[in-house]
Structure formats: structure tokens, C-alpha cells
């Protein structure tokens, strides 16, 4: 342990120079909440979720950007910190079109609101990442209430005009953190903040729709969004979060292997967010993330086909591979190894490539293996 420590919540710890109190307080499993801090990207403070008490400081302080000092006493949940951070919820939720409500005890009270926010005429649809948004989980745990809410109607049109996504900034609350994810973590610098004050909104090139941006639509900026603003357009209204399960597998578009979950609802794959692990720590291109829709796809061969009289007829597996290493093992035994090449996929996993490398060397018999990426 370091030699030199602090206290939060009455418990001491050691940090290493340079740490912030959201640092040292994650290591020690201690629950702070943030809405814009991004994991790799510099602190913004934008927020104010984090903030926390601290003995001698004249304010509240941001735990996110805010150095620890050796002998700092910190208070994570204390009755001024929970005041403030109920404050900033409620102003969040006030500034936008936060329509989703939180539920209160009184359950007519709850419908009485979402018919309100709803309008009369169901136009203001409800958010499509009710129970998936983390300003909302925020209202819960602190029971900011439906009642003292004053919803702000949209005051945007969505941007719905790419087959990605769905740019909803009536309900953002200008954290900045897809701003960072996309200049500071996937480096396509293609958002920004425009306007100033109450205007504050992000931009993609002079306010225009993504598609006529630099936007390469990998789509890191709607897995950082906290809230509703930025939402996959494929089903955000028939697909909720609790109903899919997760599948962790390797993308197998290339050969850098990029671990993503699938999220699988009824067997079918209904959308992709990138691990928090190497080799992309939690980043996807636009082809692993959105490119998923041959997984369900009728067109594809789900048995081996054999071709007949010009025509193909469906096998077994041992029998398809029985015929293909009858075949092989004659070429080899009568013209020789070198009279066969292996061609490997980027589409392959680097294991599946070595295995295919292994399989030429050892099986064929010949040197003949190459990588479609030379060609
Ligand atoms: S973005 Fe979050 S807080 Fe806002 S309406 Fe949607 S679920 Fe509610
Ligand atoms: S999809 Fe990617 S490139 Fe486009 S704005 Fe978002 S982070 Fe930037
Ligand atoms: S769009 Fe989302 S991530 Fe970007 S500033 Fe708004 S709330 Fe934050
Ligand atoms: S998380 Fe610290 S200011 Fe936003």
C-alpha cells in the first residue's frame, strides 16, 4: 500500500500521485456516480453528478477531475452531497424532453404524468431507452420524483436520416462524452459543441445531418450516450434491454479480432456493443457493429451442399467432409503437396488462420499459404 492516504466515507486508502477521488474511490469498489467522465478520455467536469464532500474545501468538489491530497477526508453520500446531486437531476430532466418519469409511490399519480408528457395525442413518444438510460437510473436511486418535474417538450426535430442513427437532442444533456469518444477515443473529429448559453447543442459540420459529415459511423458516440439522444435506429422501439441476452464473441469481419457482446432476443441477434477488453477496448468500426444482419439471413448455406450433375444436393457433414479430404489427400498422393495452395480470409480469426496455416504445412504437405490482405 502507498504510504500515503486518505479517507472517504471514514475509511482510509492509499493512493498513488496524481489519482482522483473517483480513481481511488472505484478501486475500493466505493459507488460514485458520473454522467460525462469517459474512461481514456480527459475529464471534463461538465456534469456536477460526481461531486462530494470534502473537510476544508469551500465546495462541493467534482471526484471525477479532482486530484487527492495526501490526509483528504472525503464524503461520498452525505446529506449535502445527495441535496446537490438531486438539484442537478432535477435541473437535467427539467431541461429536456425527459418524458420516461420515475416512479413515485402513488401509481395514478405515475399514469396521471405519463398521459401529460405523452400529450393527448401520444406525439411525444416515450424515450426509447426507458430502463437503459443512466439519468434515469439516477432519478431512481435518488427518488427525484415525477411531481416536482416540469418537462420541456422537444424542441428539436430527431435526425432519423441515416440507417444507424437517431440524433434525439431534446433529451441530451450535453455531457460532451460523445464528443470525446469520437475526437478523443476513435479520433474521427467529426461532432463538436455549437451555439453557446441555452443554444449549446452538438454539431456535426456547420449543424448538419451526420451523413453529410465526416461521420464513418462507428457508432462509439450512441454506446457512450448516457441518456436517450443518441439511439441505434434499428429496434429502439421492439427491442428492450432486459429482454436480450448476451453473447460475447470475436467480430469476424477482420484479422484485429474485436470482442463484442451480441445481444440476442428469440434467437436473432438484435444489435452489437463492443468489450471493455484488448485488443478494442470497447471501440467497434461500422462494419462490427451495424454489419450483423447476415447472421439472421435466410440466404445463408446452413448445411454443406454437394454439387451433382451440375446440381446441389444437401449433405451431411461427414459425408461433405469425407469427400473433400478424399479429394485433397489424392491430389497430394498423386501430384504432390505443391500442386495445392491455401488462400486465408481476413474474414477469418487469427486463430482460424493459424489453424488453416497448420492444416497446409502439416496435412498437404506444402508451403503454399498465403493471406488474402497481400493480394
Ligand atoms: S433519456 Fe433517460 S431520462 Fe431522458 S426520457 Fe429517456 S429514459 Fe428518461
Ligand atoms: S458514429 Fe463515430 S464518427 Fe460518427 S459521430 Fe459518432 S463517434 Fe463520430
Ligand atoms: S448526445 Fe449524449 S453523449 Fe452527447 S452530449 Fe448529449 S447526452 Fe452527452
Ligand atoms: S462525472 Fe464528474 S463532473 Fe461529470
Redesign the pocket.
Known amino acids: 500500500m502507498s504510504a500515503q492516504t486518505l479517507s472517504i466515507n471514514g475509511r482510509e486508502f492509499g493512493f498513488e500521485p496524481g489519482e482522483t477521488i473517483l480513481a481511488v474511490a472505484r478501486r475500493h469498489h466505493i459507488d460514485i456516480p458520473t454522467l460525462c467522465h469517459l474512461k481514456g478520455a480527459m475529464p471534463t467536469g461538465a456534469c456536477r453528478i460526481c461531486v462530494v464532500e470534502v473537510v476544508g474545501a469551500k465546495t462541493l468538489l467534482t471526484a471525477c477531475n479532482t486530484k487527492v491530497d495526501a490526509g483528504m477526508q472525503v464524503q461520498t453520500e452525505s446529506p449535502t452531497v445527495v441535496a446537490a446531486r438531486k438539484l442537478i437531476i432535477q435541473l437535467m430532466l427539467s431541461s429536456g424532453n425527459h418524458n420516461c418519469a420515475v416512479p413515485g409511490s402513488d401509481r395514478q399519480e405515475w399514469t396521471d404524468f405519463q398521459i401529460k408528457v405523452q400529450g393527448e395525442d401520444g406525439s411525444n413518444q416515450l424515450c426509447p431507452v426507458w430502463g437503459d438510460c443512466r439519468l434515469q437510473d439516477l432519478a431512481f436511486r435518488y427518488q427525484v420524483s415525477p411531481e416536482r418535474l416540469d418537462v420541456t417538450p422537444a424542441r428539436y426535430p430527431m435526425e432519423t436520416v441515416n440507417p444507424f442513427i437517431v440524433r434525439d437532442?431534446s433529451r441530451?444533456?450535453?455531457?460532451?462524452?460523445?464528443?470525446q469518444a469520437c475526437n478523443e477515443v476513435q479520433v474521427n473529429n467529426a461532432i463538436q459543441f455549437g451555439y453557446r448559453g441555452p443554444e449549446a447543442k452538438?454539431i456535426a459540420a456547420d449543424d448538419k445531418p451526420l451523413k453529410d459529415s465526416d461521420c464513418v459511423f462507428c457508432g462509439e458516440?450512441v454506446q457512450?450516450?448516457?441518456?436517450g439522444?443518441?439511439v441505434e435506429k434499428e429496434g429502439r422501439y421492439s427491442v428492450r434491454l432486459w429482454e436480450t441476452q448476451q453473447v460475447r464473441t470475436t467480430c469476424s469481419y477482420c484479422g484485429v479480432g474485436c470482442q463484442l457482446d451480441l445481444h440476442v432476443k428469440d434467437n436473432r441477434v438484435v444489435r452489437v456493443t463492443g468489450v471493455d477488453a484488448p485488443p478494442n477496448n470497447g471501440s467497434l468500426c461500422v462494419k462490427g457493429r451495424f454489419g450483423y444482419h447476415f447472421v439472421n439471413s435466410p440466404e445463408r448455406l446452413t448445411d454443406p451442399l454437394i454439387k451433382e450433375n451440375g446440381k446441389f444436393r444437401k449433405a451431411s457433414w461427414d459425408e461433405a467432409l469425407d469427400l473433400v479430404a478424399n479429394k485433397f489427400k489424392k491430389i497430394r498422393d498423386t501430384h504432390g503437396g505443391d500442386s495445392m495452395g491455401v488462400l486465408v480470409s481476413a474474414r477469418m480469426t487469427n486463430e482460424e488462420n493459424y489453424v488453416a496455416q497448420k492444416f497446409t504445412r502439416a496435412v498437404l504437405k506444402t508451403n503454399n499459404i498465403d493471406h488474402c490482405a497481400r493480394l
Open positions: 437532442f441530451c444533456i450535453n455531457c460532451g462524452r460523445c464528443v452538438i458516440c457512450v450516450c448516457p441518456v439522444a443518441l
